[in-house]
């Protein structure tokens, strides 16, 4: 591929990159790219983490990245998940894997990293988190909690306030050139491109992806709230299962939340349906058809998204033909995952496992 067809890949995902200069430059010097994620292993996945992180890394390695997926165990420890019990959050890890393994995530050019086993094995890496932290004062790390799913500064542990030096070590740590993702982590992600030089490290380019939005319908007024604070407020919640669809729902599940979501006709702002078609339907297919019966004007097929939020906004396509449309979709993106935690007998009790940890927390 050319430069702009790669740079075009990356575009798709990223909402916003800090910055395109920077990323073209790192194109063209044919180095091997390498891209960092990370994840709280943190009870069941919903779709966002699932499907999305998959379409998401396969454009990226389609660009020629290659991912070094940080599976946060001590984070998630940190941050209380599974009532703090390490054991539990690693099945939880590989459960996540397993998921990302049935969603067709191409795992020949992604490296999974546990921190635990990681930080173990490099004892250099306290070291780093110290200096970060004596570059920067207490107020500027504590505007970057929302990566910890946190708002109030007044509730957080001891250790929660290192976890954004963490965070930053991490990046650097690991080599990347690119951190890869949500908008909801972006503000450590600049942390580290503040603080990279000064500590001898090159600054890593931010490509922050999309934070799908909840189900469930938008809340008060923001009008002047920005991007980082407005994809932290409305994205799916898992303490909200209804906000979202899991990647192991059944098929009357994903009906019912899908029926239920926010989708008023002819309005295409904080629209969660049109979302989900635009980040996951056109993720995955090229293009999207919308069954209707003649008398309701026949089926109607769409190349793009911007085709189809045309017709929604005009009142020319209705909801719950969207909707309807939108349920198939997910049901077949969905179906093997499904299969492979019912199939596959490791998979299976992992899945039990982390379902069993859910209901007795």
Same mark, same amino acid.
């Given at each position: 591929?050319?430069?702009?067809?790669?740079?075009?890949?990356?575009?798709?995902?990223?909402?916003?990159?800090?910055?395109?200069?920077?990323?073209?430059?790192?194109?063209?010097?044919?180095?091997?790219?390498?891209?960092?994620?990370?994840?709280?292993?943190?009870?069941?996945?919903? &779709?966002?983490?699932?499907?999305?992180? @998959?379409?998401?890394?396969? *454009?990226?390695?389609? =660009?020629?990245?290659?991912?070094?997926?940080?599976?946060?165990?001590?984070?998630?420890?940190?941050?209380?998940?599974?009532?703090?019990?390490?054991?539990? &959050?690693?099945?939880?890890? !590989?459960?996540?894997?397993?998921?990302?393994?049935?969603?067709?995530?191409?795992?020949?050019?992604?490296?999974?990293?546990?921190?635990?086993? #990681?930080?173990?094995?490099?004892?250099?890496?306290?070291?780093?988190?110290?200096?970060?932290?004596?570059?920067?004062?207490? +107020?500027?790390?504590?505007?970057?909690?929302?990566?910890?799913?946190?708002?109030?500064?007044?509730?957080?542990?001891?250790?929660?306030?290192?976890?954004?030096?963490?965070?930053?070590?991490?990046?650097?740590?690991?080599?990347?050139?690119?951190?890869?993702?949500?908008?909801?982590?972006?503000?450590?992600?600049?942390?580290?491109? !503040?603080? =990279?030089?000064?500590?001898?490290?090159?600054?890593?380019?931010?490509?922050?992806?999309?934070?799908?939005?909840?189900?469930? +319908?938008? @809340?008060?007024?923001?009008?002047?709230?920005?991007?980082?604070?407005?994809?932290?407020?409305?994205?799916?919640?898992?303490?909200? +299962?209804?906000? @979202?669809?899991?990647?192991?729902?059944?098929?009357?599940?994903?009906?019912? *939340?899908?029926?239920? =979501?926010?989708?008023?006709?002819?309005?295409?702002?904080?629209? +969660?349906?049109?979302?989900?078609?635009?980040?996951?339907?056109?993720?995955?297919?090229? *293009?999207?058809?919308?069954?209707?019966?003649?008398?309701?004007?026949?089926?109607?097929? /769409?190349?793009?998204?911007?085709?189809?939020?045309?017709?929604?906004?005009?009142? @020319?396509?209705?909801?719950?033909?969207? *909707?309807?449309?939108?349920?198939? /979709?997910?049901?077949?993106? &969905?179906?093997?995952?499904?299969?492979? #935690?019912?199939?596959?007998?490791? =998979?299976?009790?992992?899945?039990?496992?982390?379902?069993?940890?859910?209901?007795?927390?």
């Amino acid at each position: 591929m050319t430069i702009d067809e790669r740079l075009n890949l990356v575009k798709q995902v990223g909402e916003e990159i800090t910055s395109e200069e920077e990323l073209r430059k790192l194109m063209e010097s044919d180095k091997e790219i390498i891209a960092y994620d990370g994840f709280e292993p943190s009870g069941q996945i919903h &779709i966002a983490q699932g499907l999305l992180r @998959a379409i998401n890394v396969n *454009k990226m390695t389609e =660009a020629g990245f290659t991912f070094k997926m940080w599976v946060a165990d001590w984070f998630a420890l940190v941050n209380n998940k599974m009532g703090g019990d390490i054991e539990k &959050i690693k099945v939880v890890g !590989e459960y996540f894997i397993e998921v990302w393994k049935a969603s067709g995530m191409n795992l020949n050019k992604v490296e999974f990293i546990w921190a635990s086993d #990681f930080i173990k094995s490099h004892p250099e890496y306290w070291e780093l988190v110290l200096k970060i932290g004596m570059k920067k004062n207490l +107020p500027r790390i504590l505007r970057t909690i929302e990566i910890m799913g946190r708002s109030d500064s007044d509730t957080l542990s001891a250790a929660q306030v290192i976890y954004p030096l963490m965070q930053a070590t991490d990046i650097f740590m690991l080599g990347a050139d690119v951190t890869q993702l949500g908008m909801d982590q972006r503000k450590v992600n600049m942390l580290a491109r !503040e603080v =990279a030089e000064d500590l001898g490290f090159k600054k890593p380019i931010v490509v922050s992806h999309h934070m799908l939005l909840g189900l469930l +319908p938008p @809340a008060g007024d923001f009008a002047n709230e920005n991007s980082t604070d407005r994809a932290i407020r409305l994205k799916m919640s898992k303490s909200k +299962p209804d906000s @979202a669809i899991f990647m192991t729902d059944s098929t009357k599940e994903i009906e019912r *939340k899908i029926k239920n =979501a926010w989708c008023p006709e002819g309005i295409i702002t904080e629209n +969660p349906v049109l979302e989900y078609c635009k980040y996951i339907v056109f993720g995955k297919v090229d *293009k999207m058809i919308i069954e209707r019966k003649p008398e309701h004007g026949g089926n109607l097929e /769409y190349s793009s998204f911007e085709e189809l939020e045309k017709d929604f906004e005009s009142k @020319a396509l209705h909801p719950m033909d969207l *909707k309807s449309a939108l349920i198939k /979709y997910l049901d077949e993106f &969905i179906e093997p995952v499904r299969k492979h #935690f019912e199939k596959d007998a490791n =998979a299976k009790k992992l899945k039990e496992q982390v379902e069993s940890f859910i209901v007795t927390r």
